[in-house]
Each structure stands twice: as structure tokens, then as C-alpha cells.
């Protein structure tokens, strides 16, 4: 053997075990399987730490919310992820949105010059017998590796679908009929204060286009994939229209906050809000590419095209890439992983990310992080501390570990709920703030120890 530690999967979370382990010194083999003429049915191209959905890590406030805290504790732990996304930084409000290829090409720059850290394009097709192994393949594991995870685990693998939006060409929109805004004028000042793209309807024009989505082709479900339910944090834009008249007025296509200035009046110089938006947000750093917020979709190809047409402002729009439809598995980790991320019944292999049942890119490199520097304290044979309880990365792995109820166990973003509760006497207004204090500082020692 000429590695210490094989990792299997070069997504967010394989990448970032891989960097976390071999900075401190370790033998690492990576294995990707796209790139060695494998690949899934959502990814593009074979870069590690492709993103295949939205480019946005969601909310960068460390200070209010709760994945903007875990940025800020990745951040602590030397993130080859938060390194990477700071450097393809793209304007998105208060968000951290990438250009996807800057942040890729990123992340695979920094790993092939790790001297310890060996790449192999390669499609694992069972788990290891021996060897300490991370297994970090994602939510759409390859057919063959999932059925060997499925006999090891003694358990059938859950699964839910994931809907990918769509991405506009910038220069096919119309900005005689959209603007350019942040809901309340909160935009960054890399976007000049307008980081979005907006495109106005009126109440007629959102009950139609509702009704339309409603109406349109879909994509037809195979009958083993008919109950596999939704996330809920990922859902189909039709689905959402199914839940009632407004739904999506309250969701993606929110109005308030945006004035159009294309309405304005003499009673109202500044515009106007319209009865719903569709709003688009930069995909890449140059500024050509615009992904539809919250747009995710299992429209069929061609009714996309027509259906997305006939919203204010993309008469003309043509297509980077359109939406759809793929099926994600993952474990239930509380009842089959312990405390360390590793299978009960084969403790030499660690799951990291999406597999786990967390969801979101920031939370899958998060537990690809603790999953790193859980093999590297018990590869250095010391005992291995995990973070505080209180922190972003202590209530998401305790959550993954044991912590959820493992009967209706289901794929979770970090949020508040997962955090121990502050006191009583903290103001409902003031507890996001006591959160993230809270964690910071208990936080504190485990990150010093970490970097010692």
C-alpha cells in the first residue's frame, strides 16, 4: 500500500477531507471516477468540486445565520472549500455565490500540488476490505458502489430527487422590461448595491404563467422511483405551484422589497412592487451567465424553453443550461454511523458529505472537513476532540451521528434547530445573535487545538 488513506469521491467533501489530511503530512489517494469515462447524470465535466446545482453557499452572515456561521468556523479550519470560493467570488446580496469553473479549477490547483496527494480517475465499485477509507461519492453514488454500501450497511439506502435550475445567457435578456436590484437594496458592493436580476409580473401574467407550470410536460417517474419524496429545500418550481395560488409569491418569486423602476409614477417616482418577481443571479464571474433563483424544475426540456419564455423580460432568452431532475441517495447515518462518521459494521471506512444526509454544498464540505481530521488524529493515534455541540459544526455532526431520529431520518441543512437552545431570557429578536456568539466562543479552543 503506498497511501495511508483512500478517498473515494472528488466532490466537495471528498476534496475537502483529501486537503485536510494531506497538509498534515498524510498519504492520500483520491479517487474520482469522472474524468476515467464514468460520470452521473448531473454533472458536466470532470473538475473536482463540481457544482452541479445552484453556485450560491447560501448566507455569508456569521452573525445571524446559521450556514454563514459555519463558513466562518470552516474558514478557522483552513477550508480548502471557503479558500476556493473566496477567490471565485462572484456578487450575490448578502450570499456567497462562485463562478463554478474559477472555483473548481481552485480547488483541483491546490490538491495536484500537494506532493503526499495522489489523483486517480478511477470508478470504485465496492467498499474496501481493509485500509482506512472515506467514502464521499455523494448523493448519486454509481449503481455498483451503492449496491456494496447497501450489503455492508444491512440496510436499504434512502433516497429523495434533486432539481437542478436553469442558466441564462446574460445578453439574450430584456432590461428595457427587468432591472437590476437586491431586495431591499441590501447588494453587495462588488454588484453596486443590484445584484439581481429582476423580472416583474403582474397579477395576470403570475396566474398564467402558475397555471402553465402546472400544465406543463414533466418528466415521467420510473415506477421505482414513484414515493421517493422531495427535499424540501430543493423543490421543483411546478411542485411548489401545486401547494396553492400563492405559494410561489411567498417562496422564489417573493415581490417585496423590489420597487420596478420601470412602473414608476408620479405618486411613485421609484416604481412599484410587482405582484411577483423571477429573479436571477450571476453564475459566473464575467457576468454572461445568470442562474434562475429557485427555478429548479422537471419541466421536459422543450417546455422549459417555451414556458420560461413567456416571463417578462426572457422573450429571447436562450439557455446555458436547462433544468433537471436526479435521484440522490443517502444513508441513515444515525442508526448506521458513529460518533466518527465511521460504519458500525466496518469501521475502517468513514462517510463524508452528501451521503451522510446533510444537504447543501457548505455542509457536505463540512463534514468532508470533520471527516478528515477525524482519520488524521486517529492515523497520528490520538484521540480524536470533536467541536463543540454549540457550534455550526458540532450540531451538524451530532445531528448526522445520532442526534436525528433515525425512523424518519431525511437530508437537513445546518439551522438553529439543531443548536442546543439558549436561554430563556435571550428576546426571540436577539437569539440568532446569542447563537452565533455562543458558538464563537466556545468554539474557540477546539479551532486552537485543531491548527496547533
Given at each position: 500500500?503506498?497511501?495511508?488513506?483512500?478517498?473515494?469521491?472528488?466532490?466537495?467533501?471528498?476534496?475537502?477531507?483529501?486537503?485536510?489530511?494531506?497538509?498534515?503530512?498524510?498519504?492520500?489517494?483520491?479517487?474520482?471516477?469522472?474524468?476515467?469515462?464514468?460520470?452521473?447524470?448531473?454533472?458536466?465535466?470532470?473538475?473536482?468540486?463540481?457544482l452541479v446545482c445552484s453556485n450560491s453557499f447560501r448566507s455569508d452572515d456569521d452573525v445571524k445565520n446559521a450556514v454563514g456561521l459555519l463558513h466562518h468556523e470552516m474558514r478557522g479550519c483552513g477550508s480548502l472549500v471557503m479558500a476556493a470560493a473566496k477567490v471565485a467570488r462572484v456578487p450575490a446580496g448578502s450570499a456567497l455565490a462562485v463562478d463554478r469553473d474559477v472555483f473548481s479549477a481552485e480547488v483541483e490547483k491546490a490538491l495536484t500540488a500537494l506532493p503526499n496527494l495522489t489523483i486517480v480517475r478511477e470508478r470504485i465499485d465496492a467498499l474496501p476490505a481493509q485500509g482506512m477509507t472515506i467514502v464521499a461519492t455523494g448523493p448519486l453514488t454509481a449503481q455498483a458502489l451503492a449496491s456494496s454500501i447497501g450489503a455492508a450497511t444491512g440496510a436499504q439506502s434512502l433516497a429523495f430527487f434533486d432539481a437542478i435550475a436553469p442558466i441564462v445567457y446574460r445578453d439574450s435578456i430584456e432590461m428595457d422590461v427587468c432591472w437590476m436590484a437586491a431586495r431591499w437594496d441590501k447588494g453587495t458592493s462588488e454588484g453596486g448595491g443590484k445584484d439581481y436580476i429582476n423580472c416583474p409580473m403582474t397579477r395576470d401574467q403570475y396566474l398564467a404563467f402558475r397555471q402553465a407550470l402546472l400544465d406543463g410536460e414533466k418528466t415521467t417517474f420510473r415506477e421505482w422511483e414513484a414515493n421517493t419524496p422531495y427535499f424540501e429545500g430543493c423543490m421543483p418550481i411546478e411542485v411548489m405551484a401545486e401547494r396553492g395560488e400563492d405559494t410561489l409569491r411567498f417562496g422564489p418569486m417573493k415581490p417585496v422589497g423590489l420597487d420596478n423602476p420601470h412602473w414608476a409614477t408620479p405618486e411613485h417616482p421609484n416604481g412599484r412592487w410587482p405582484h411577483a418577481v423571477v429573479q436571477l443571479r450571476q453564475d459566473n464571474k464575467l457576468g454572461t451567465l445568470w442562474n434562475m433563483v429557485g427555478f429548479q424544475t422537471k419541466l421536459k426540456h422543450a417546455e422549459q424553453v417555451r414556458l420560461f419564455r413567456t416571463i417578462p423580460g426572457l422573450k429571447n432568452a436562450e439557455f446555458a443550461r436547462l433544468g433537471g431532475l436526479h435521484r440522490n441517495t443517502f444513508l441513515n447515518s444515525p442508526e448506521l454511523l458513529d460518533r466518527q462518521l465511521r460504519l458500525k459494521t466496518a469501521p475502517h471506512v468513514r462517510f463524508a458529505g452528501q451521503i451522510t444526509g446533510c444537504e447543501g454544498y457548505v455542509e457536505s464540505a463540512a463534514v468532508g472537513l470533520m471527516a478528515g481530521l477525524m482519520a488524521a488524529a486517529e492515523l497520528a493515534g490520538r484521540d480524536w476532540t470533536p467541536p463543540p455541540r454549540t457550534s455550526a459544526l458540532g450540531a451538524l455532526l451530532s445531528h448526522i451521528t445520532g442526534d436525528a431520529e433515525a425512523e424518519c431520518y431525511q437530508p437537513m441543512n445546518v439551522n438553529f434547530g439543531l443548536f442546543p437552545p439558549v436561554a430563556d431570557s435571550v428576546r426571540k429578536k436577539q437569539r440568532k445573535e446569542a447563537y452565533t456568539a455562543r458558538a464563537e466562543a466556545d468554539i474557540a479552543p477546539w479551532l486552537a487545538e485543531v491548527n496547533a
Amino acid at each position: 500500500m503506498t497511501h495511508d488513506i483512500h478517498i473515494i469521491g472528488g466532490g466537495l467533501a471528498g476534496s475537502e477531507a483529501a486537503w485536510q489530511l494531506a497538509r498534515r503530512g498524510f498519504r492520500v489517494k483520491l479517487s474520482e471516477m469522472r474524468g476515467g469515462g464514468d460520470s452521473t447524470p448531473a454533472h458536466q465535466g470532470a473538475g473536482l468540486a463540481e457544482l452541479v446545482c445552484s453556485n450560491s453557499f447560501r448566507s455569508d452572515d456569521d452573525v445571524k445565520n446559521a450556514v454563514g456561521l459555519l463558513h466562518h468556523e470552516m474558514r478557522g479550519c483552513g477550508s480548502l472549500v471557503m479558500a476556493a470560493a473566496k477567490v471565485a467570488r462572484v456578487p450575490a446580496g448578502s450570499a456567497l455565490a462562485v463562478d463554478r469553473d474559477v472555483f473548481s479549477a481552485e480547488v483541483e490547483k491546490a490538491l495536484t500540488a500537494l506532493p503526499n496527494l495522489t489523483i486517480v480517475r478511477e470508478r470504485i465499485d465496492a467498499l474496501p476490505a481493509q485500509g482506512m477509507t472515506i467514502v464521499a461519492t455523494g448523493p448519486l453514488t454509481a449503481q455498483a458502489l451503492a449496491s456494496s454500501i447497501g450489503a455492508a450497511t444491512g440496510a436499504q439506502s434512502l433516497a429523495f430527487f434533486d432539481a437542478i435550475a436553469p442558466i441564462v445567457y446574460r445578453d439574450s435578456i430584456e432590461m428595457d422590461v427587468c432591472w437590476m436590484a437586491a431586495r431591499w437594496d441590501k447588494g453587495t458592493s462588488e454588484g453596486g448595491g443590484k445584484d439581481y436580476i429582476n423580472c416583474p409580473m403582474t397579477r395576470d401574467q403570475y396566474l398564467a404563467f402558475r397555471q402553465a407550470l402546472l400544465d406543463g410536460e414533466k418528466t415521467t417517474f420510473r415506477e421505482w422511483e414513484a414515493n421517493t419524496p422531495y427535499f424540501e429545500g430543493c423543490m421543483p418550481i411546478e411542485v411548489m405551484a401545486e401547494r396553492g395560488e400563492d405559494t410561489l409569491r411567498f417562496g422564489p418569486m417573493k415581490p417585496v422589497g423590489l420597487d420596478n423602476p420601470h412602473w414608476a409614477t408620479p405618486e411613485h417616482p421609484n416604481g412599484r412592487w410587482p405582484h411577483a418577481v423571477v429573479q436571477l443571479r450571476q453564475d459566473n464571474k464575467l457576468g454572461t451567465l445568470w442562474n434562475m433563483v429557485g427555478f429548479q424544475t422537471k419541466l421536459k426540456h422543450a417546455e422549459q424553453v417555451r414556458l420560461f419564455r413567456t416571463i417578462p423580460g426572457l422573450k429571447n432568452a436562450e439557455f446555458a443550461r436547462l433544468g433537471g431532475l436526479h435521484r440522490n441517495t443517502f444513508l441513515n447515518s444515525p442508526e448506521l454511523l458513529d460518533r466518527q462518521l465511521r460504519l458500525k459494521t466496518a469501521p475502517h471506512v468513514r462517510f463524508a458529505g452528501q451521503i451522510t444526509g446533510c444537504e447543501g454544498y457548505v455542509e457536505s464540505a463540512a463534514v468532508g472537513l470533520m471527516a478528515g481530521l477525524m482519520a488524521a488524529a486517529e492515523l497520528a493515534g490520538r484521540d480524536w476532540t470533536p467541536p463543540p455541540r454549540t457550534s455550526a459544526l458540532g450540531a451538524l455532526l451530532s445531528h448526522i451521528t445520532g442526534d436525528a431520529e433515525a425512523e424518519c431520518y431525511q437530508p437537513m441543512n445546518v439551522n438553529f434547530g439543531l443548536f442546543p437552545p439558549v436561554a430563556d431570557s435571550v428576546r426571540k429578536k436577539q437569539r440568532k445573535e446569542a447563537y452565533t456568539a455562543r458558538a464563537e466562543a466556545d468554539i474557540a479552543p477546539w479551532l486552537a487545538e485543531v491548527n496547533a
